[in-house]
């Protein structure tokens, strides 16, 4: 039986396209993916995102676990609500996981995981706990929902809706967290575009959600996700990274700190590994489109180099196809390389992504 999230029977009132998404029962679209894709772009869209899971962790010594467990450097995190994105790693350097992490106190920090490696990711946390901070407690957060409100006017809609929270997070930058009531609002998202990512009780998700509509929120699902991170360069957990690649080679390495007085696990493996291949951005130049594990070609010097696409599809702001793709370091921005697209080579140039932030072009 699939999982649901406390949005599904609100879901299936709207009329949404349900899909299995890794044993979740979610919304794939409410009537045209393309028209949710453009909302959130000029206007502003909310996705159901509480298939993700909360997990807060309490104790003494929870920095200094956290400093062991992830990759990037939790001392950045200094003033509470803060958030830092890393990745979790086995010993050898793999990526068990994407998240983010928020400072709340000396306690209590709160990390989101992703909802296809939650249960994975909660048992490698509980054991590194039984293993060196016993004193801890890691508590999964079920009880709580996530609604994302995306787009250049989502903001403002979200102030309409939960009272007192304008004064409260009007001034909150990129990556900042507060709490209004019983609404945890971070100023982060997974579109390019700017917004909130609102964690809140389960039982409060189903009225919040109606509130937004009514004041214009359009629902927007899966297939628009997908399309709006695509475009903002922000990698999919599955596609773009996993435990066979390690963040060097999946471009994160802006997330990993080697260079503070610390260990963390997969620290000494990626000190020993020599980097071979990066992740680029595509766009196609011929008629296609780009989908994932297509073959990247390039030729150069009578060598021939191929990589991969990891993530690709038509973008509908650009309208374009464009990809991530994992190449060989000697592939670099401004080169053409040929795309393999059933048995015919088809040119697409390399280039440096994000492709669309804040409802720009930048390429």
Known sequence: MLKTTPLNQTHRDMNAKMVDFGGWDMPLHYGSQLDEHHKVRQDAGMFDVSHMLPVDIKGNHVRDFLRRLVANNVDKLTVPGKALYSCMLTPQGGIIDDLIIYFLSETWFRIVVNAGTADKDVAW???QRDDYATDLEIIPRRDLAMIAVQGPNAREKVWQVIAGSQVATETLKQFQSVEVGSYFIARTGYTGEDGFEIILPAAEAPKFWQALHAVGVAPAGLGARDTLRLEAGMNLYGQD???????MESGLAWTVDLKADRDFIGKQALSDT????????LALLDRGVLRSHQQVVMRRDDVEHQGEITSGGFSPTMNQSIALARVPIA???????DVVVRDKKLRAKVVKYPFVRNGKVLI
């Not at 990274?241 to 963040?247: A, I």
């Not at 020599?274 to 951005?281: A, D, E, N």
């Not at 592939?331 to 390389?337: I, K, Q, R, T």
Request: aromatic share 0%; net charge negative.
């Open 331 to 337: 592939v670099s921005v401004g080169d053409e390389v």
């Open 125 to 127: 946390i509980q054991k």
């Open 274 to 281: 020599p980097i071979t291949h990066h992740l680029v951005g």
């Open 241 to 247: 990274m996993d435990e066979t690649k390690h963040p």
